[in-house]
């Protein structure tokens, strides 16, 4: 699939799907300030969405992926990882990092498919960080899985 994508300045559009990827409407306020919000479009109609955050010299962050829900299953994620890998590239990262919740079952799969590494783990991040707790899959999300890849 080939998507058209696009840097964007203005999240106001966007924010039913920033929220997919992360409930946490503050948190991804934060992570905007610094960070690069790119826009993925088929043929005139938006599908998804990533955040680039520079952490530190050559080390990027995907902070936030997400699919418009009726697009979710016919690959548009692969495309997104896709244009965010080749996005970081451009910008000079040499190392792309990702997290998410430990009971992200599906992400973890996803992540590691698309040739992401386990790296560590943020225990209790997502007890601490946010106010309310959260169930995927029939478990609490406490802690930030980080896997990374070499680019």
Known sequence: MELLINQS????????????????????????????????EWE????????????DGPLWELKNIAVAEEWQGKGVGK??????????????????????GNSSTGQLAFYQKAGFRMQRIAK??????YNEPIFENGIQCRDMVILSMAL
């Open 79 to 100: 495309a997104l990882i896709a244009a965010a890998i080749s996005s970081a590239k451009e910008l000079g990262a040499e190392n792309l990092e990702v997290g998410t």
């Open 124 to 129: 209790n991040y997502f007890t601490l960080n």
């Open 44 to 55: 005139d109609t938006v599908v998804g969405v990533f955040v680039l955050l520079q952490l």
């Open 9 to 40: 300045s203005d999240p106001e559009p966007y924010w039913d799907m920033l929220l997919l990827a992360d409930p946490s409407k503050a948190a991804v306020q934060q992570y905007l300030e610094d960070g690069k919000l790119y826009v993925a």
